[in-house]
């Protein structure tokens, strides 16, 4: 399989230097494909994405991206490629929701143009914050304010890169604050740029239900994995039975109304 279009973890170590790894993961996310990260509290999902995106370096083992280390690829040139969102998107000032849009195109390094204004407008529409464009960030409700930063993130990989490359979009429980129906407006925009614009998504979620609904595939991170990560489709990794020994809950397989297996969970 070729490593173009992937961002791959080999053998890489998670946790916190000085203690001992909280799990070894081996896994190749694909461009053009939701991936979904789940576990428990503590299992070390956020730790991971921030080794994802080049914010820390892993314990042992390799991040690869296009097959290349990740640490070899400079500060402005990954931030073409990958855009983070993180569980909190605060920012030092009060800026409108506009200013925080604007900020995902910084790393194009673009003059002002109608071109780029209409992207910022384009991310707005997108996660429904355009009619907020001019309030102060602040000032917004916990769910509006993190559908400002996943439009940030969108404007930042909004077009394709000249040289065809890979774009990624790393999201840390991107569907936290978000009401019911938002959550699946969230989701749906994610795969929509997945399977439209060939973005590779990678989110870390809690709701299984919806794991199973948008993404592709699935790594998880727990006691289920022996210490380790079971990584590959989502159907095969999020069963009953893996479910159980990971969260200590029980687990009854279920299916939509459209087919789409979910899990009935109970104490």
């Known amino acids: ?13 998670v946790g916190v230097r000085g203690r001992a790894p909280l799990a070894v993961v081996s896994a190749a996310f694909r461009a053009g494909r939701v991936a979904a990260i789940v576990g428990p509290n503590g299992a070390g999902k956020s730790t991971l994405l921030s080794l994802l995106s080049g914010e820390r370096a ?4 390799r991040i690869a991206l296009d097959g290349r280390p ?42 002002p143009s ?13 996660t429904g914050v355009a009619h907020l464009s001019g309030r102060g960030v602040q000032r917004l409700s916990g769910g509006e ?9 969108l404007a930042q990989l909004w077009e394709p890169l000249p040289d065809g490359a890979a774009r990624w979009l790393l999201l840390d429980e991107p569907t936290a604050a978000l009401d019911l129906a938002w959550q699946h407006r969230c989701l749906g925009l994610l795969r929509q740029r997945a399977r439209e614009e060939g973005v590779g998504v990678v989110a870390v979620l809690h709701d299984l239900n919806l794991a199973l609904r948008y993404a592709d595939d699935a790594l998880l991170l727990g006691p289920a994995a022996g210490g380790g990560a079971v990584f590959g489709p989502v159907g095969e990794v999020l069963q009953a039975g893996a479910i159980e020994r990971t969260w200590g809950v029980s687990c009854t397989p279920a299916m939509a109304a459209d087919g789409t297996p979910q899990f009935l969970i109970g104490g």
């Open 1 to 13: 399989m070729s490593a173009a279009g992937t961002l791959a973890c080999e053998r890489v170590a």
């Open 58 to 61: 892993p314990l042992a083992g």
């Open 70 to 111: 990740l640490a070899d690829t400079a500060a402005p040139a990954l931030a073409l490629r990958r855009a983070v969102l993180p569980q909190e998107g605060a920012v030092a000032f009060d800026f409108t929701v506009r200013e925080v849009v604007e900020l995902g195109r910084f790393p194009h390094r673009l003059r």
């Open 114 to 126: 109608p071109r780029e204004a209409a992207i910022v407008e384009q991310a707005m529409d997108a």
């Open 145 to 153: 304010k993190a559908r400002a930063h996943l439009a940030r993130a």
